[in-house]
Each structure stands twice: as C-alpha cells, then as structure tokens.
C-alpha cells in the first residue's frame, strides 16, 4: 500500500499534512523548481517517505516531511558530486552552489533528484563548488612620501597643536571671532 | 629608462599667459570701475576691504567666463590627430576596472557593469580588461545582494576570472583606502586601472581609447575623461544634465587650452598608470585633526597633483564620448553631497603652500577651495556693503562732485553703478550666451538639444533657475565652509541619485526654513537702508525666501517629464541615445525581478536571507569559506542560533549578525534548522520568507 493513502481526506492529521506539502512545496521552489508536474512529483515522492515514518516517530508530519527533504536532497548531491569527481567537504553547500552555478532552473531541471546516471555535460557544470573572488595576489606597497606643507602649513599646524594642548585657547580664539564681528558691525553702525 | 615620463613644458608659456592676462584683464576692469564708483559715493570707511573682497569674487566670475570665451574659439579650430600608436607593441598592459560601492543599490551597480562589459567584448578588445568590484558595503542586505548579483552576473557571463568581487570587513580610509587596498594586492597585475563610481557607465570604445593613449604615450600618468550626466528624471536632474551637456563642452575646451599636460583628476571615468601611482600617490596624513586635517578625504585632487609632482602628466580626453555619470535629483541631495566635498577641498589648504607641487596643481587646488569659500565671501560683501551704504544714507550728507574712472566714459553716478553691475552680470553669462553661440555654430549640435528654440528656452530656463538657487547655495556653501572650520565634520554616506517622487512640501520646508527667515530678515533690513537698496537687493532675498517653494518644485520628476515632451532641457543622450544607455534600464529591471528576495519595498534583515534562501546561504557559506573568519565558540554559536530562529527579527545585534554571516558552521546550521524544525517553534518573523516561495507559472 502506497504510504500516501494513509493520508486519507477527513482524517485526524489531513490539515497537518496539508501544512508539510507547503512547505515542501516551497523548499523546492525556494530552489526554483519552476516545473508544476515535477514539482507535484517530488512532493509526492517526499510525503510518501515522511508518511511511513509518521507513527514510529512522533514528529509532526511538516517536520517529517522537511527531515526527508533534505535527506533526499542531500544523498543525491553526495552522488551527482561523486559522479562529477568533486571532492566533498560541506555537501549541501556545495550542492546548492553548484546548482546554482550551473543554472539548474533554467538548463538541468528535468535532472534535479533524477536518479543516475547524468549526461557529461551536466555534471561537468556541477563541478564548480566554490567561488574565487578574485586572482592571485601580487602585493605592493604603497607609502606616502615625504611631503614639505610649506611654512604656511607649518605655523597652522603649529596652531592646530596649540589648540589640541589647551582646548581653552581654542575657545578663546573661536568666541575672538565672534566678538570681533560684533565689534565691527557695531563700528561700522556707529 | 623607457616609461620614464620626459620633463613636462615650462608652466607659463604663451598659450597659459594668454589666458591668465584675459582672465586678469576681466577683473581689473569692474574691480577698477566699482572701487571708483565707491569714492565717488562718498564711502572711504570700508573701501579697501570692500575693494579687495570684489576683486576676490570677480576673479572667479572672470576664471570661469575665460574659459568659455577661449574655448569656444579653441572649438572653432579642426581637431588635432591623437596618436593612439602603442610604443612597445610587444609588451601590451592589461587593465583594471575597479568600481568601488559603499551600499549603492546593486541592481543599478551590476546592470552597468554587465552593460561595460558587454560592451567592451563586442570591440574584439575585451580580454586587456578585468573588472573589480571593491566592496565597501555595510548593511548585510546590501553585500549580500552584491554577493548574488556578482555570482550569477559571473555565471551568466562566464565571466569567473574577468570579474572578481572583494568586500573589505573594515572601512579603513573611506574611498581612498579602499583603491590603495586594491592597489596594494592586486595593483602590480596591471599596467593601468580604471577607476569607476557606482553610477559610471563607460561603452567599450571608450575604454579601448583610453587604453591605447595610455599605451601610445608613456608620459601619461592619468588621463580623464569628461563624464557626461544621465538618466536625471527630476526638473533640478534635467537642469544639471542639460548644463553638463551644453555649457561643458565649451568651458573644458578653455580648461585643456591653459592646462595641457597638467590637468586635475576627478576621482572616477579615468585611467591611471598603476606604477608612478602606487610608487607616488599614496596619500600623506594632514597636520591637525579631522575635518580640517587628518585624513584625506578628497584624494582625487590630491592625487593628480601627486602625479604631476612625479613628473608625469595628467590630461583630459575632452573629445571622448561615451562616458557617462548621474547626479542628485534634488537641490538637499546635491547640497548633501556639495557638504562632502566642501570638507574635502578645505583640506586642500594644507597642500596649497606644499613644496614640489606644480603651479598648475595649486591652482586646481585653490579653485577647488574658492568653489565653495567665495560663497562665505559673496555673503560677506553682500552684507559689508549694505552697512556701508547704510550709513551713507543716514549721513544724509549730499553727493559731492568727484570726478574719476567715470569721467572718461562721461556716466553719471547712476549710469556708473548700472555699468558695474552690467560688466559683471555679462561676465556671469558669457558662458552660457557662448554655449549657445557655439550650438548654433557647431552643425547638427542645436538638433541634438531639441531644435535651436528649444536650446534658447532651455538656456533661459537654466538662467532664471540658477538665478533662484544662486542664493540659497551661497548659504548652504558658506554655512559648510564656517562648519569645517569649526571642526564639525561629516560622516561618510552613500549618494542618492534616485527622483522618487519628489520632495514632499513639507521636508523642502524643513530644510529651507532656516534659508527663508535669512531672506526675510535680509528684506527688512534692506528695506530700512532705503528703498532703491531693497530693489537692488530683492532677487538675493526674494530668492531665499521662496527658496522652500523652489527646491520642492525643481525636484519634481513630474515636471521634468513635463519638459522633457516639449524637448526643453533635452540632451543629446535622450535624443540620440547610446546601445550602452539603453541597455543599462533594461538589465536593472532584469536584475530586479532576478534578485526578488532583496525587496526594497518590504525589506528582510540580511542575515534572515541569509539563513531560508538556499542559494545564498550557499554563496555565502562560500564567500565565508574562502575569507579568514574568526572562531566562534561553540557555545557561542549555539546561543546566537537559538535567539535568530526563536526571537527573528531584531535578535541579533550589528556585530553578532556580521558573525553569524562570517560563520560557516553556523550559516550552513542555521538553514537547516529553519527549514526542518516545526514551524510552531519559529518566531512569527520567519513565516513572511517561507510565504515568499510560491509556484508561479
């Protein structure tokens, strides 16, 4: 017996189920599984296993179904990557990355979870794992060279340094303007 | 030494000497004439200040009318022939691109470099050039975006290898540090760089051209192109676009007549020799503190001058096309980013008296600085006169008969002052009456901009606008100038170009109220001068005072629509548009429906995309991978991990987000759990990003 006709309409668990099936559902199309029958396939396929493993496990049917999700995912990377002769470190990463790279939306769809064995072309697009941001290095140095500021900058930073020992003389300086312009428009209205 | 840059002309030769005399001659002629017309006032309390401060301002109403006149006769004259021959054909350089971004929006980013790239492919020349994106982005929903957009504009393009991505964790040195990064690690691959902003787009000719003058001349250290404007939508865009498109061309030709071999740099659309660049212009720290010293925030200016100092030239490719920038869409956008740039050029001052410095380069550095002081200076003549001529009306004394300079033209006094303020105000125009000669001059050129009436109304139009603006950004520029000096700084931000809808009334309110109560003040007061003062007066403070309606009206993108149906303010980019301008819309749109998960509209912490998205978590695991992280305690990461999935949103501080994302262990957890654990022990936050995933045909 299917496990999926003990998914029966009216049953206790049937919303619960209905709830995994979404999100599976969009598992996939978070992977841009863009094609409406494969995508109700491998829905399906997934359901069916979470639904054999519903009573001994005692987990809701949505995190069941996610369990298997990513199981069946992840087994088939492990081939595809074998297959393709790429060495495994963080295999789901991996994966989605080289899906990503190899555009699976747009050129492999029909592959997705497909058992083997793949075209050549398709796993020598799923070869490319990892990003390489940018060439090798060539390093250089780059030092300021010695610039004279002249005596104009010399005496303002001179200034400036007067001013950072004593924040007052500063403020003196600052509130001098002030008075002064006060001063002179007030002259200059007299 | 072969590369080694031969010794550059004497400054001042007749060419520079023509040019300096004409620009003196235009100011001693109204300084002379308004000095005297002050003595024959009566006013000696004031007159050599006021003199002296008139002779400041004209001198730069003079610069830049000079350089109109000269260039509109130097346009007149049959293009010299470029050599563009390599020296060593045998030995060609390669090129780099280098774009640096500081949380622009990537769609735009990308849609120009895609169309860049594309574009240089299609001159059979591509494969000199690599491109850098030098990331200095700080919101993780903007890098992560980047991330995307550049592996899959790599995938699509099969571009691994041509187009490389780097984003620095820390912003040492703003913009600056961020090119000397790149300089300083990858810098010696690459014989020339191409240096970029997030808004340049640059067609693939153009890129070659540059190349091959670099490669034809090796006295060339920096070769800038004049970027034209594009894509402004808003009535303030279309002014700037329209100016840069019409009045440019006339006054670069005057600058690249006295300038030559010892131009300025302008930070980006240019190409730099990367050896005497990286042996050069690392840039010194100014004495004293920021703003004022410090770090160098405009390095452009200074770098140029670096370049001269190393005997190498640096030239503007004024007869290039094909090089585009965009500019802000309102008056408080384009006044944000003025307040950047003012703080920059103020820094110039420390290198104006600098040792080894061409004199060229000390007067970009000074105009620079002018740009923005002659505004504080143009504040305080308009204010010193009004005094002045306060209390020759109180006097109440009569006018006694002096003679002087008005003499010769046998004027009354009256006839004499019209005469000062129409020698200046034709100086003030003479740029833009010469443009306009110039298009009816040049064929096919008025047809580029609309049609000849359209190029008149448009420039009238520009007139009268700039006239109501003028005022508003004297105060603006000479409150910034004051603000540097008193140590108040700004913070580094990203530019907005974008129109939008507009301003609201209310926010141009808010920012102009302050421009308004000036003007009203600056009204009354010239009122109690006298009434001919108020009438003379009246454009300035008028103009502040209706500055709020103004600056909410120019920002409008609805009436730039407006004007750009009856082709007023058109350029030539619109009317006779570029495969390259064209394609850069489309691919942004295009970049936009592919990078749905970044919504601008309704947007999701970076770090949550991060975790659902199953393609860039894996980009960024990575990314994370092949950067140096930093070991996380396992402890650690298991309380970071339990507070995102059952807190969501908000959870995790800057710092701990930035964690999360740099951790591999963590990243790749994280996305499984969020997508396996009952959806009851997520926080409510999360449920948004599973709904986005629907099937749709």
């Known amino acids: ?190 | 030494m072969k590369n080694e840059p031969k010794k550059g002309r004497q400054f001042l030769d007749w060419q520079r000497l023509f040019f300096f005399v004409t620009a003196l001659m235009f100011t001693a002629f109204p300084t002379v004439l308004f000095s005297n017309f002050l003595w024959r006032l009566g006013i000696e309390q004031g007159i050599v200040p006021l003199t002296i401060l008139f002779a400041i301002l004209n001198w730069n109403i003079s610069w830049g009318a000079t350089h109109s006149l000269i260039g509109f006769f130097y346009r007149r004259r049959r293009a010299k022939e470029i050599n563009e021959t390599p020296v060593d054909p045998d030995n060609p350089g390669s090129v780099a691109i280098v774009l640096p971004v500081y949380n622009e929006d990537p769609k735009r980013v990308f849609a120009g470099l895609r169309t860049m790239y594309e574009s240089l492919k299609q001159t059979g020349r591509g494969e000199v050039f690599d491109f850098f994106i030098l990331s200095d982005s700080t919101k993780p929903e903007r890098w992560l975006e980047e991330e995307q957009s550049w592996a899959s504009l790599c995938r699509d393009l099969d571009a691994f290898g041509r187009i490389h991505y780097r984003r620095r964790t820390v912003n040492t040195d703003k913009k600056a540090g961020n090119l000397l990064e790149f300089c300083e690690s990858w810098g010696s691959r690459y014989r020339y760089m191409v240096t970029l902003d997030a808004d340049s787009v640059m067609t693939g000719d153009t890129l070659v051209a540059l190349y091959d003058r670099m490669e034809a001349d090796p006295r060339i250290g920096l070769l800038q192109t004049a970027p034209k404007i594009v894509y402004s939508e808003s009535f303030w865009g279309r002014l700037q676009q329209f100016s840069n498109h019409f009045y440019g061309p006339v006054f670069i030709a005057g600058l690249n007549f006295w300038q030559g071999g010892q131009g300025n740099y302008w930070g980006h659309n240019a190409i730099i020799r990367l050896g005497p660049f990286i042996d050069h212009c690392a840039l010194p720290d100014l004495p004293g503190r920021e703003p004022f010293g410090g770090k160098i925030l405009s390095h452009d200016f200074v770098e140029a001058a670096l370049m001269q100092r190393a005997g190498y030239e640096v030239r503007l490719a004024e007869d290039l096309e094909g090089t585009y920038e965009e500019c802000p869409q309102d008056m408080i956008e384009h006044a944000k980013r003025d307040r950047r740039w003012c703080q920059g050029n103020m820094q110039h001052f420390w290198l104006l008296f600098s040792r080894g410095l061409t004199f060229a380069s000390r007067l970009h550095l000074g105009n620079g600085i002018m740009g923005y002081a002659s505004s504080l200076l143009w504040a305080i003549f308009l204010i010193l006169s009004g005094i002045l001529i306060y209390n020759r009306v109180r006097s109440q004394l009569s006018l006694l008969p002096t003679s002087g300079v008005g003499d010769i033209f046998q004027i009354p006094l009256a006839e004499h002052g019209a005469l000062i303020g129409g020698v200046t105000f034709s100086l003030l125009f003479l740029p833009k009456v010469l443009a306009l000669l110039d298009a009816f001059l040049t064929k096919g050129r008025t047809r580029l901009f609309g049609g000849g009436i359209q190029c008149t109304v448009s420039v009238l139009l520009e007139i009268i606008t700039s006239a109501a603006v003028a005022p508003v950004m004297m105060l603006y520029h000479g409150q910034f100038v004051v603000f540097t000096a008193l140590g108040k700084g700004v913070g580094w931000s990203t530019q907005n170009r974008l129109a939008g809808d507009g301003l609201r009334l209310y926010d141009a309110f808010k920012s102009h109220r302050t421009h308004a109560l000036v003007g009203l003040i600056a009204t009354l007061l010239a009122r109690q001068v006298s009434d001919t003062y108020l009438y003379w007066t009246l454009p300035v403070s008028g103009a502040m005072m209706v500055s709020p309606f103004v600056s909410w009206i120019v920002s409008k993108p609805s009436i730039g629509r407006a004007l750009g149906r009856m082709k007023i303010l058109s350029t030539p980019v619109e009317i006779d548009t570029s495969a390259e301008l064209e394609a850069v819309p489309v691919l942004q749109e295009r970049f936009t429906q592919s990078n749905w998960i970044f919504d601008d509209e309704k947007p999701i912490p970076g770090v949550m995309n991060a975790v659902v998205d199953p393609y860039l978590n894996a980009i960024r695991v990575s990314l994370a991978g092949a950067a140096a992280t930093q070991q996380n305690t396992e402890a650690n990461n298991k309380i970071l991990t339990e507070r995102l999935l059952k807190q969501g949103n908000g959870a995790l501080r800057s710092n701990e987000e930035k964690q999360v994302l740099s951790d591999v262990e963590m990243l790749t957890q994280l996305h499984a759990e969020v997508w396996t654990m009952d959806p009851e022990d997520l926080h409510s936050s999360w449920k948004p990003l599973f709904d986005r995933y629907r099937w749709s045909s």
């Open chain 1, 1 to 190: 017996m299917d496990p999926l006709e003990k998914i029966a309409p009216r049953s206790e668990g049937f919303i619960d189920w209905g709830d995994a099936y979404q999100r599976v559902e969009r598992y996939f199309c978070a992977l841009h599984i863009q094609d409406r029958l494969l995508l109700s396939q491998l829905v399906a396929k997934i359901l069916s296993r979470a639904a054999e493993r519903v009573e001994p496990s005692g987990k809701s049917p949505s995190v069941l179904a996610m369990e298997e999700a990513k199981k069946v995912v992840r087994t088939w990377f492990a081939e595809v990557l074998e297959a393709a002769g790429v060495p495994q470190k963080e295999i789901g990463a991996q994966g989605r990355l080289a899906l990503f790279l190899a555009d699976m939306p747009t050129r492999w769809q029909g592959e997705f979870l497909h058992p083997g064995p793949w075209p050549q072309e398709f796993l020598d697009s799923m070869k490319n794992t990892f990003l390489r941001t940018g060439p090798d290095f060539s390093e250089a140095r780059m030092i300021p060279r010695k610039i004279d500021l002249g005596p104009v900058s010399a005496v303002a930073d001179e200034t400036w340094r007067v001013i950072d020992r004593w924040p007052f003389v500063g403020a003196l300086v600052v509130w001098t303007i002030y008075i002064g312009i006060f001063g002179l428009v007030v002259y200059l209205l007299r």
